[in-house]
């Protein structure tokens, strides 16, 4: 993997890890000034102060699970910007299983902000796969196994 490609996959992850452990800044902070990420539920949030609001609320709303995460494909749109393409499923807490029906395509655009890749946009969609379900128990194999491996995202 390119040092460019490191860093995104660095960013993503670090971007996860916020998540679960509930830092609405820590998640906040891995995008650039102006970033945007647009939620399971379609909602569009603009600028870290809004990104950071808005998980905040959500923190506070919602015993929210833990992400794992299977990156399928990391590629550079151009010098400084890089495509992370992943695949991620929520952990229930306290029973350590994926909620299947929250799996999830992720969809991150990172860019070279002076040096630090920074994120300008996260995009997290459900895996519905209607009319597949097949696909659907595919998908939660593979991140069931990056859970028992006690790992958080995997390549």
Do not use: C
Not at 9 to 19: I, N
Not at 123 to 135: K, V
């Amino acid at each position: 993997m390119s040092s460019e490609g490191q860093a995104a996959f660095d960013v993503y992850r670090q971007l996860l890890e916020a998540w679960n452990h509930r830092d609405a800044d820590a998640f906040a902070s891995v995008f650039t000034p102006d970033g945007s990420a647009i939620g399971f539920d379609g909602s569009q949030m603009n600028g870290r102060a809004e990104i950071a609001k808005t998980i905040r609320a959500i923190f506070a709303d919602h015993p929210t699970a833990p992400y794992v995460a299977h990156v399928r494909e990391i590629r550079a749109l151009r010098p400084g910007v890089v495509l992370v393409r992943a695949v991620a499923g929520l952990v229930v807490r306290g029973v350590g299983e994926l909620s299947p029906g929250l799996n999830a395509v992720q969809s991150v655009v990172v860019v070279d902000t002076d040096g630090e890749p920074r994120i300008a946009l996260f995009q997290n969609t459900p895996a519905a796969f209607h009319g597949r379900p097949e696909l659907s128990q595919q998908l939660t194999d593979a991140l069931t196994a990056i859970v028992h491996r006690g790992e958080v995202v995997s390549t």
